[in-house]
């Protein structure tokens, strides 16, 4: 089992084996007793959980001779020894790795040496580092982090979650004076017919979210609509390269703005369809093919999503080992959308991300490039402020350079 273990992680580290497919294929499993399907669940998940964690408390990410699976073995007997998930003793760990791998780290990691610890003063020596081990997270990526947003951020963006806490009534079926006097877990927000959350049940298990009462947001996204809605179009078109909640909340505030939405995803046109009849909008549509121009263009860009929202427990294995390919992709999407905009009127993109690669330089990048656009505004939101998400627009004027 142990070599099971070690070999699964590995698989889905290197993709090779999505996590899913290995939670399915484990519940229906006849090779293991429920305890054991308990166990291999449970430290397959502590070791994609930590693995950075370890590497760095071995290595000090400076050059090892321990090879993945190595790592993962050391992790495995380490995490074990803390939680003592399944009985394990340090031979049965040594003989489920090659006699090579036996003899080194028999010598170099004696059973004394566990747990494996955070090397003291590893804060002081590197702070990159120091953050990367504490939160197993890739060095790179927490090195590029602390440029991007600052020493005084990177605490708070890693060791907080976004959640949902804020939203609108839907005035189509109760409105904002009945609902909260029915519900006293919601508070009016800032705005007429907002709410903010004050409940201890999960929001998504109220009975205002059943009975589509309720829609769930961020003030960020609020924020963005609002800016949006303030243009004032007649139309507008919403290209979705990246799943967000901003096409929605468009629809449902400005009923005046036909909206015509389109997305990559064929999933995305079948969502779609199910939020039109679920909220009853009538001024949103999805299209096919892109026939005319708007008075304002949004897209959601592809991105890293490095945003505090750690959804699957793989996802830094799944981030490239050049994460430019990410921002080249999502210029490219950018590029796409830029001709279907009037005259004199809006492109916004939005980017679920803290990166300014896929950011503030993109945003630079475009109108260096596209002199007929003007940045008229942007903004980088983080989801450690309260009822926020980590996301960024750009906003731009055509024709202002031309005149």
Do not use: W
Not at 362 to 385: C, M, P, T, V, W
């Amino acid at each position: 089992m142990i070599k099971h273990i070690i070999d699964t992680t590995k698989s889905i580290m290197e993709g090779t084996l999505p996590y899913q497919t290995f939670t399915k294929d484990l519940s229906v499993s006849e090779s293991f007793s429920d305890v054991e399907k308990h166990a291999i669940r449970t430290l397959v998940n502590a070791l994609l959980n930590r693995y950075f964690r370890y590497y760095y408390s071995l290595t000090k990410n400076e050059e090892t001779t321990l090879t993945t699976e190595e790592v993962l073995a050391l992790a495995l007997f380490s995490f074990n020894s803390e939680k003592n998930v399944m009985k394990m003793t340090y031979e049965e760990l040594l003989s489920a790795l090659p006699a090579n791998s036996q003899v080194k780290l028999e010598e170099k990691y004696p059973e004394n040496a566990f747990p494996i610890r955070i090397p003291q003063g590893l804060h002081l020596e590197n702070l990159a580092l120091s953050y990367a081990t504490r939160f197993s997270a890739p060095y790179f990526l927490i090195d590029q982090l602390i440029v991007d947003i600052g020493k005084k951020n990177i605490l708070k963006f890693l060791s907080q979650r976004p959640f949902e806490a804020c939203g609108l009534v839907n005035q189509k079926l109760i409105t904002p004076a009945d609902f909260f006097a029915k519900y006293k877990a919601f508070a009016p927000g800032e705005k007429e017919g907002h709410f903010v959350y004050n409940g201890k049940e999960f929001l998504k298990k109220t009975k205002p979210y059943a009975e589509n009462e309720i829609i769930l947001t961020t003030q960020s996204m609020l924020d963005i609509a609002e800016l949006i809605g303030d243009t004032a179009p007649t139309n507008l078109l919403f290209v979705q390269y990246q799943d967000t909640s901003l096409v929605l909340l468009l629809a449902f505030l400005y009923p005046e703005i036909t909206i015509h939405f389109t997305a990559e995803e064929p999933k995305s046109r079948f969502i779609l369809q199910h939020l039109v009849r679920k909220f009853d909008l009538k001024n949103l549509s999805y299209v096919n093919s892109i026939v005319q121009t708007y008075d304002i263009v949004v897209a959601s860009l592809g991105s890293s999503n490095i945003n505090g929202n750690i959804r699957h427990r793989d996802f830094y294995f799944r981030l490239p080992e050049d994460l430019n390919s990410i921002t080249l992709k999502a210029k490219e999407q950018l590029l796409s959308v830029k001709d279907y905009v009037k005259e004199e009127g809006n492109l916004i993109f939005i980017t679920q991300t803290a990166l300014r690669a896929e950011t503030h330089y993109q945003a630079l990048s475009f109108i260096r490039d596209h002199g007929e656009f003007n940045l008229e505004k942007e903004k980088q939101y983080f989801h450690f402020n309260p009822f926020h998400e980590t996301v960024y627009y750009a906003f731009f004027k055509k024709g202002l350079n031309d005149k």
